[in-house]
């Protein structure tokens, strides 16, 4: 949790009390207008699942991020994926989002983006790193 909140010091986290995320976000989601969600979740086959299914039986659109979510097994976690995907949602993973949204490197919102996937992004972060000491991104 300590993670997410230096990434997002301005957010208030939710103090939930169910598994189902979309009880007590869906007010918030309405005030935006949006009708396409982007979800990540703790447990691919609980909260995931139960907020994204819920969100869909409403009519929105579902992107899940398959690997921002885990499950209590590897099992569980394909399982849940697979019943996301019948049910009409979409995977996508994180370096996928960040690539379609910030494709190029010399733009103000990917130099906004590219420090916190050099620190957090794991190997993707040493890549990245590996590239931008090598001038191989402008």
Not at 105 to 114: K, L, M, N, S
Request: with cysteine; net charge negative; charged share 20%.
């Amino acid at each position: 949790m300590r993670a997410l909140a230096d990434v997002f010091p301005d957010v208030t986290p939710i103090d939930r009390v169910s598994t189902n995320a979309w009880e007590d976000i869906r007010e918030a989601v309405e005030a935006t207008g949006r009708r396409t969600l982007l979800i990540a979740e703790l447990w691919t086959e609980v909260c995931l699942t139960q907020t994204a299914i819920s969100a869909m039986a409403e009519g929105y659109l579902v992107f899940f991020i398959s690997d921002c979510a885990g499950g209590v097994s590897q099992e569980a976690h394909d399982d849940a994926k697979t019943r996301l995907v019948q049910a009409g949602a979409t995977p996508i993973n994180w370096m996928a989002i960040i690539c379609e949204w910030t494709p190029d490197y010399t733009t103000d919102e990917r130099q906004r983006v590219t420090p916190h996937v050099m620190k957090h992004g794991s190997t993707v972060g040493l890549s990245l790193e590996y590239i931008v000491a090598h001038g191989c991104a402008a």
